[in-house]
């Protein structure tokens, strides 16, 4: 008898309804106190190609991707000999068995339910027939894995409170599955669900939803963006939050503005013109999307202008993977535009981060006046995770870095706007119409003197440049510093990730003590790197590095920006689009070694 | 051009305006543009319209793109805050500073290649979306800083200095502007600052999008015979549709017209435009007329100029999206950030 410990893969057509019965099957499961790792695999489609919802159920809380399916929903005639295939020797197959299908393993249980039979005779109209298929699986499922019924019944109530029409109709389906599969089938199956308090007091929401709600906290005011997978929803739960929590009182205006902007391009302009101003303003973009705004990033590097960016990376290169995450805008980011520039990454690796990290991204873009790019994924930003609940510290304000009002400006002598005051080399800016006399000065992306003057002398951008490189240093202090792994096992051997290749790390180690292999983990959580990460790599004789990408672009940028030995570092990687499994990190390292190691190509460029 | 510094001291008994602050107080460094450029003289129009309004300076900012024309907010209103962007792309910067701080007053200015060119997806929907700001277009027909290549704005009948023919029709910007919604569209010459400031000081005083399309010759790449952009053609082929006259609020109106041949219109701050129609057939407030105007007279080889469109019903940007009527940029944690125990409903509503 397994225990919550399995993968369930549902098959279906795109735009039949599925995504919301799915949904509602992973929360049953979550609410019964059972971690929980849902995750949409779809087409960049609006109806009719197949997509999968994947849930990981894991008591253990290892909530990374795992390759093989325990139990199979194949609703999908178009990829049903693939979903069969997917199937683990010993695992089920559940399918609607009103249609005759040849099923050609005979090392897999089958549970056929004729669902479009059960729902025909009780619906008549034709697309609650096709909608309530979906519910009437999950209600099956309910009774093969011996899931509260209770719990799902009150979701149901919850979710259709105020239409409560629909109530009974979809309680209606679950029982219909239900019961059919407790009538013809030994249930539960020796694979199940019980309630547990493994949960805690965690919650379940995708990073794009934290994201748009930590903006909401962060006291983001502008947003402004252009609709782009999977970054479109960190919009639209901004507007969706502000809604809730950001309409005057009084006069039922909006204490924001959200602009659908006519490009990426407009959209960062938006951006750097509002943060010039003194509002907090962030757009959130996509592989694409970065590429257009990277002219504008110079502009907002080289004049010093705070900006946020939520890059929800998906699979690159060019249009590529639209659908399908990746962790390939590393370097894209890290050098966005021409000339010397450089910018300021973090990497969350879950939705509490993806909420503390945009309140953290504000204050640290106003505090060193620069773009600060958050870099989320599709997996995060497009996939519920089980995650610990937000929480904000009330005693801290908004950082809104170093800004000069009137009366501190009638007290310099000469305000320079680029004047390394504080030998921090961040200067002092003003906002427009501060002052009658003082403090006005001329923002441009032509090269400047400390006074915002044109200037075409090579030591005055020299010296403009080099305050640039020492601002940037400064940085590495303020930026969220590295995890460590909680067992720190002294090894030779360390190991770096970073973004969601965290939720596979801990099952990983576990796997890597099995095989007796010890090694000491360290998370990066941003760039610049702080000299932690350096001492990392410095005090272990060979270092792992994960990536989710062909190049390993983290490991380059390590090897640029740090004084290490760039053969120490062994990348990792993996780029189908896929989210990494433990699995796939623990062979590669294993492989590596065992002295197989695969030469990537991007080893020989980096160590030019 | 000249790169020295500007004498700071003035003539002791220079004219103050409501502000107390002489003509000096508006402007700004010496310009680097070539001895007698038009984007000076728009300079100067600007200067004089601000002190005229008795604008405080630091109320409001200078946004700019890349060009000769971009160049030119280093030369007025050294007390405002500018913002040189980059090409073509200064209609997004503004419409974000106009979101953050409403309050502000903003002079857009651009070139014809930055506007109609690189730019022109970005000026249409900030023109679409109704920024509240004066965007100015000072329109020479030629990329001045590249050497004189032909602009979008440049006539197909235009011929470049070494006689080159243009293959393609020009984009009117101001007949663009009006299809595009904006609710105030005017076209100046930079040489006739009688009908420019005028015009300048009546689309600061209005709410919404004003576009003023100012031809602005370039002395050193367009002013040469077979150009439809010199100073000469001008001249010879410029046909004023109306007269504008400035009146702030609570100046009374002296001279007296014959009955039609004028249009009062009272701007959002109270003070009122009036237009002497020198045709007599013009009505400013139909877009479908003005746009046949403009047309009728391209056909004959001359150029519409005045206030060609003007309607105060429209609303601007920030009534559109039914924004606070606070600046965004004035609020603080009290007004802005909810408190734990909203997050905590939140928290739970995510159970």
């Known amino acids: 008898m397994i225990v919550n410990d399995f993968v369930i893969k549902f098959a279906n057509v795109n735009g039949s309804g599925s995504a919301s019965a799915n949904a509602l099957f992973a929360k049953a499961i979550f609410r019964m106190g059972v971690p929980v790792a849902p995750k949409n695999i779809f087409p960049s489609n609006i109806q009719g190609l197949p997509t999968w919802f994947e849930c990981r159920v894991n008591g253990n809380g290892y909530l990374g991707r795992r390759d093989g399916i325990d139990i199979m929903v194949a609703m999908n005639p178009q990829s049903w000999d693939e979903d069969i295939k997917a199937i683990l020797p010993g695992g089920y197959l559940l399918y609607d068995s009103t249609f005759i299908r040849e099923i050609e393993r005979d090392d897999i249980k089958t549970i056929g339910i004729p669902l479009t039979q059960l729902c025909n005779e009780r619906f008549t109209i034709p697309r609650e027939r096709q909608l309530f ?53 030994d249930c539960p199956l020796d694979v199940r669900v019980e309630s547990s308090d493994a949960v805690g007091d965690q919650i379940l929401i995708d990073g794009n939803a934290a994201a748009g709600l930590g903006c909401v906290f962060a006291g983001a005011t502008v947003a402004a963006w252009y609709p782009i997978t999977p970054s479109t929803s960190v919009a639209e739960a901004f507007e969706s939050y502000c809604h809730k929590l950001r309409i005057d009182e009084e006069t039922g205006q909006k204490k924001f503005a959200i602009v659908q902007a006519e490009d990426e ?72 535009s021409h000339g010397d520039t450089k910018h300021i990454l973090i990497f969350p690796s879950n939705p509490t981060e993806c909420f503390d990290f945009a309140i953290e991204a504000f ?30 510290d009330e005693a801290r304000g908004f950082d809104r870095g170093k800004v000069l009002n009137a009366e501190q400006l009638d007290e310099v002598e000469r305000f320079g706007r680029y004047l390394d005051v504080d030998g921090d080399g961040i200067p002092y800016r003003t906002y427009p119409g501060t002052h009658p006399e003082k403090g006005a000065f001329f923002t441009r992306g032509t090269s400047h003197n400390e006074y915002a003057g044109y200037t075409e002398d090579g030591s005055v951008n020299v010296r403009v440049m080099e305050r640039l490189v020492h601002k940037f240093n400064t940085a590495k202090e303020l930026v969220p510093g590295p995890v460590f792994g909680q067992d720190r096992q002294d090894s030779t051997i360390g190991l770096l990730y970073f973004g969601t290749t965290a939720i596979s790390i801990p099952e990983a180690m ?50 640029n920006e740090c004084e290490i030995d760039p053969a120490k570092i062994v990348p990792v990687l993996n780029y189908d689009g896929s989210p990494i499994t433990a699995k796939c990190i623990v062979d590669l390292i294993a492989e590596a070694l065992a002295g197989n190691v695969k030469q990537v190509e991007s080893n020989t460029v980096a160590a030019e | 051009m000249s790169y020295i510094a500007k004498p700071k001291f003035h003539h002791p008994n220079l004219p103050r305006n409501g502000l107390g602050l002489t003509r000096r107080d508006y402007e700004g460094a010496m310009s680097t543009l070539c001895a007698g450029c038009g984007h000076d003289s728009v300079s100067a129009a600007i200067v004089e319209a601000c002190f005229e309004l008795n604008l405080p300076a630091h109320k409001l900012a200078k946004m700019s793109g890349i060009g000769c024309s971009s160049k030119t907010p280093t030369y007025f209103l050294s007390k405002s805050h500018g913002f040189n962007s980059v090409h073509g792309r200064m209609p997004s910067v503004a419409t974000g500073a106009n979101l953050a701080n409403n309050e502000l007053k903003y002079i857009g200015v651009s070139g014809d290649g930055d506007t109609a060119s690189i730019g022109f997806g970005q000026f ?115 046909r004023s549709i109306t007269a504008t006259d400035y009146i702030a609020p609570r100046e009374s109106i002296t001279a007296e017209y014959e009955e039609g041949s004028v249009i009062d219109v009272t701007l959002h701050d109270s003070s009122k435009v009036r237009l002497r129609k020198l045709d007599a057939n013009y009505d400013p407030s139909d877009s479908a007329a003005a746009l046949q105007h403009i047309m009728k007279h391209e056909e004959l080889g001359e150029v519409a100029t005045g206030l060609l469109y003007l309607n105060v019903e429209d609303t601007e940007l920030k009534e559109k999206m039914d924004m606070v009527n606070v600046p965004l940029n004035s609020l603080g944690v009290a007004e802005l950030r909810p408190d734990s125990n909203k997050l905590e409903s939140i928290n739970k509503s995510l159970r």
């Not at chain 2, 023919?165 to 100046?188: E, H, P, T, W, Y």
Request: charged residues 20%; contains cysteine; glycine residues 8%.
């Open chain 1, 510 to 559: 576990e796997m890597l003590d099995g095989r007796d292999i010890k090694i000491d983990t360290m998370r990066i959580r941003a760039f610049p790197f702080s000299k932690e990460v350096e001492d990392f790599i410095d005090s272990h004789e060979k270092v792992f590095l994960v990536e989710q990408n062909r190049d390993a672009q983290l490991r380059a940028l390590l090897v």
């Open chain 1, 265 to 336: 391009l407009a959209a960062i302009g938006m951006v750097i013109g509002a943060n010039w101003n003194g509002a907090r303003a962030f757009t959130a973009t996509s592989g694409p999307g970065i590429s257009l705004m990277s002219e504008f990033l110079g502009l907002a590097y080289f004049a010093e202008v705070p900006a946020v960016l939520f890059n929800i990376q998906r699979g690159g290169p060019s249009t590529g993977m639209p659908t399908r995450t990746q962790q390939s805008d590393i370097t894209a980011c890290a050098y966005a």
């Open chain 2, 124 to 238: 249409a929907h900030a023109v679409r979306r109704q920024v509240d700001m004066l965007y100015i277009v000072e329109n020479n027909g030629t990329y001045g800083l590249t050497k004189g290549q032909f602009s979008a704005t440049n006539d197909r009948v235009s011929l470049g200095r070494k006689g080159q023919k243009n293959a393609f029709d020009s984009i009117d910007l101001a007949a663009m502007a009006i299809q595009l919604g904006a609710s105030f569209v005017g076209r100046g010459f930079s040489g006739d600052k009688e009908q420019l400031v005028p015009m300048i000081k009546a689309a600061l005083s209005h709410k919404g999008f004003a576009f003023i399309d100012v031809i602005s010759p370039c002395v050193t790449f367009n002013n040469h015979n077979g150009s439809t952009k010199s100073f000469e053609f001008f001249r010879d082929n410029e």
């Open chain 1, 363 to 392: 204050d640290l873009a106003e505090r060193l006046q620069t773009p600060v790019i958050i870099m989320s994924d599709l997996d995060l930003g497009m996939n519920e995770w089980t995650t610990k609940p937000f929480k904000i």
């Open chain 1, 133 to 185: 298929k979906n519910v009437a699986y999950v209600g099956a499922l309910t009774g093969l894995l011996d899931m509260d019924f209770d719990v799902i019944k009150g979701m149901i109530s919850e979710q259709f409170r105020g239409k409560d029409k629909l109530i009974a109709p979809n309680i209606d389906a679950l029982e219909i599955g239900r019961n059919y599969a407790l009538k013809y089938f």
